[in-house]
C-alpha cells in the first residue's frame, strides 16, 4: 500500500484528495502547513516512509521554487504533485526541472484530477485489475463518454475493434470532442489495463520543457537537474502513453518520437544509456496533419507511424440528439460536487440548446451549463439564464429534424397539437413485382397488407431482367413511411406506432433517407 501526504488548505479539497487516493488502495494523512509536513517526510523523522505529496503551492509564501527545493531535500524520493494558480510557465519550467512528478492548476479538474492520481498511484504500485476480460470491450467503461447518436456508436464500434491489439491509434477531431475520453476507453479495454495510461499533452508544456518530460533527463543535464528524472515513455512502460496535439511537437522532438516508435528505445537527456520500453502509442490532433505534411510542418514518415488506424471524434454539432443527455449528465455532476439544486432546463431553452452550432464542442456546453447553474435564480434553467451571444445566435432558428428523437414527452405534445409536419414527395415508384399472370395494367400493392399477402403467395414471379432487391426494399421502406407519417397526420409518435417502431428508429431513418 502506498502512503500519501496532503498538504493542502482546503477542506473540501482535501477531502476529495484523501477520498480519491483511498479510492486506489493508498494511505492518507494530511498535514496542516508546510512545517508540520516537512518533519514528517524526512527518513530520519521517525514516521513512515511517504511514496507521494500532494502540496499546495500556497504554502509557499511566493517562492514555489524554494518551497519544494525543501520537500526534495529532506526527501529526494518523494514524488511530489504540486497544486498552484496562476503559476508562470517560468516557474513552471523550473520545478518540473527540479523534479516534481506533476503539476496541477487549482481549483483542479476532476478529469486531469483522475489522470494525476492514476499516475501517480500507477507508479507507486500495481493498479487495480480489470473486472473486464482483457481485450473486449465492457459497456460500463464507458459510463464518461455519454451519447447515443449513431455517429458516436460507430465510434465505439472502433474502440471495440482495435482495443485488444497493440496497433498505433490516432484520434482526429476539434478541440474539445472529448479525444482523451477515447483514448482511455481503448487502453482500459486493452490487455495493458492495469497499468495506468500515462497522458501528455504536447500543446501545452513549453517546448524547452517537453523533451525532458517525454524522455526524462539525468543529473546534471541542465541547470536546477539535481536529480535523475524518468519521462513519461518510461512511465509508460508496459502501458499505453497518450499524446494529445501531437501536431504541436517540434521538428526536434519528432525525429526522437519517430525513432520510439521505430525502436522502442531511447536515452535521457544528458544520458547514454539505452532504454528499451514496451509502450503502445495514442496520439489526438485538431489539426489536419495531412496538410501539415504537404507544408512542411509535420514529418510524413512519422505521420503515417501514428495514423496505422485512425479514429475521429465527430463535433457535436453532429450528433446534437446527444445534447440533451450531456445536460442531463453535467446537471447531475453538478448536483454532487457543488451541491446545485438545478434539475432541468425547459423546452424553449433546451430548443435554443438543440438548435445552437456548438463551436466548442461538448467542453464549450460543459462550461455553458456550469454557468448557467451558478447563476441560476430557479431549479429549471430557462431561456433567461442563456448568454446572449447563444440566443443571438439561435433566433428565429428551428432544430436539426433529428433532434426531435430526443425532445421529452411534453415536446412531442406539442408537436402533435402543431400541424402536420411538412414531408417530402413519395418516392418515383419501384420496379413492380407482380404476381404470376397479373396483367402489366393491374394495379401494384401499395398498402402494406397487401404487398405483404403478395410476397407471402405461392404465385410470387420476377421479371426477368431481375431486380435491384437493395433498391426495392428501399423504396417500399420509403413508402411505408411516408403513408404512415400521412395516415397520422403528420406527427412522428403516432406514425411511428402505426410502423410498430419507437420514434428515434423513425427519425433516424426519415434522416438517413432525406424524407422530412
Not at 460507430?154 to 485488444?164: I, N, P, S
Not at 456548438?358 to 430557479?378: F, K, Q, S, Y
Not at 403478395?454 to 431482367?465: I, K, Q
Request: proline letters at 6%; aromatic letters at 4%; a negative charge.
Amino acid at each position: 500500500m502506498s502512503d500519501i501526504l496532503i498538504v493542502v488548505k482546503d477542506d473540501k479539497l482535501a477531502g476529495t484528495l484523501s477520498t480519491a487516493c483511498q479510492d486506489r488502495g493508498a494511505a492518507t494523512f494530511r498535514a496542516l502547513g508546510a512545517a508540520q509536513a516537512l518533519p514528517e517526510i524526512s527518513p530520519s523523522g521517525g514516521g513512515r516512509k511517504w511514496d507521494g505529496l500532494i502540496l499546495d503551492l500556497s504554502y509557499s509564501q511566493g517562492k514555489p521554487q524554494a518551497l519544494v527545493d525543501d520537500f526534495l531535500s529532506a526527501n529526494p524520493d518523494i514524488k511530489i504533485v504540486a497544486l498552484g494558480r496562476n503559476i508562470e510557465v517560468k516557474t513552471l519550467t523550473g520545478l518540473m526541472r527540479a523534479g516534481i512528478f506533476d503539476f496541477m492548476e487549482l481549483p483542479p479538474d476532476p478529469v486531469e484530477l483522475t489522470n494525476c492520481l492514476d499516475n501517480l498511484l500507477g507508479r507507486l504500485g500495481p493498479a487495480a485489475k480489470s473486472k473486464a476480460k482483457p481485450g473486449t470491450v465492457n459497456p460500463d467503461r464507458f459510463n464518461n463518454i455519454v451519447g447515443q447518436s449513431v455517429a458516436l456508436k460507430k465510434v465505439f464500434r472502433m474502440v471495440d475493434k482495435v482495443a485488444a491489439t497493440d496497433s498505433t491509434v490516432m484520434i482526429h477531431g476539434e478541440s474539445g470532442t472529448g479525444k482523451e475520453l477515447i483514448a482511455r476507453a481503448i487502453h482500459q479495454n486493452s490487455p495493458r489495463a492495469e497499468r495506468p495510461l500515462i497522458p501528455v499533452n504536447c500543446g501545452a508544456i513549453p517546448e524547452e520543457l517537453l523533451e525532458a518530460e517525454l524522455f526524462g533527463h539525468e543529473k546534471g543535464a541542465f541547470t536546477n537537474a539535481i536529480r535523475t528524472r524518468i519521462g513519461r515513455f518510461e512511465m509508460a512502460d508496459d502501458s499505453t502513453i497518450f499524446l494529445d496535439e501531437i501536431g504541436d511537437m517540434s521538428p526536434k522532438l519528432q525525429v526522437k518520437l519517430l525513432r520510439v516508435l521505430q525502436e522502442h528505445e531511447f536515452e535521457r537527456v544528458g544520458g547514454d544509456r539505452v532504454i528499451k520500453v514496451d509502450i503502445r502509442v495514442i496520439t489526438a490532433t485538431h489539426v489536419d496533419l495531412a496538410k501539415a505534411v504537404e507544408e512542411g510542418r509535420f514529418r510524413e514518415d512519422l505521420f503515417y507511424r501514428l495514423n496505422v488506424i485512425p479514429v475521429t471524434m465527430p463535433p457535436l454539432r453532429d450528433r446534437l440528439g446527444d445534447v440533451p443527455l450531456l445536460i442531463d449528465y453535467f446537471l447531475k455532476r453538478f448536483q454532487e460536487t457543488r451541491g446545485s439544486e438545478v434539475t432541468g432546463v425547459e423546452q424553449a431553452a433546451m430548443k435554443r440548446l438543440l438548435t445552437y452550432g456548438w463551436p466548442g464542442n461538448v467542453r464549450e456546453l460543459e462550461n455553458l451549463i456550469e454557468r448557467m447553474v451558478t447563476l441560476a435564480d430557479e431549479n429549471i434553467l430557462t431561456v433567461d439564464d442563456l448568454p446572449i451571444k447563444l440566443i443571438e445566435a439561435t433566433e428565429g432558428l428551428e432544430p436539426p429534424e433529428i433532434v426531435c428523437a430526443v425532445m421529452s414527452d411534453e415536446a412531442a405534445d406539442e408537436d402533435e397539437t402543431s400541424g402536420p409536419a411538412v414531408v417530402q414527395a413519395m418516392p418515383e415508384a419501384a420496379p413492380a413485382i407482380q404476381p404470376a399472370g397479373a396483367a402489366a395494367s393491374d394495379p401494384v400493392p401499395q398498402a402494406a397488407p397487401s404487398m405483404e399477402a403478395a410476397v407471402m403467395s405461392d404465385s410470387w414471379a420476377f421479371p426477368e431482367e431481375g431486380l435491384d432487391f437493395n433498391a426495392l426494399i428501399s423504396a417500399y421502406e420509403d413508402k411505408l413511411i411516408c403513408g404512415a407519417l400521412e395516415a397520422a397526420g403528420g406527427v412522428k409518435n403516432k406514425a411511428a406506432n402505426l410502423l410498430g417502431l419507437n420514434r428515434t428508429t423513425l427519425v433516424e431513418k426519415m434522416r438517413k433517407k432525406g424524407l422530412g
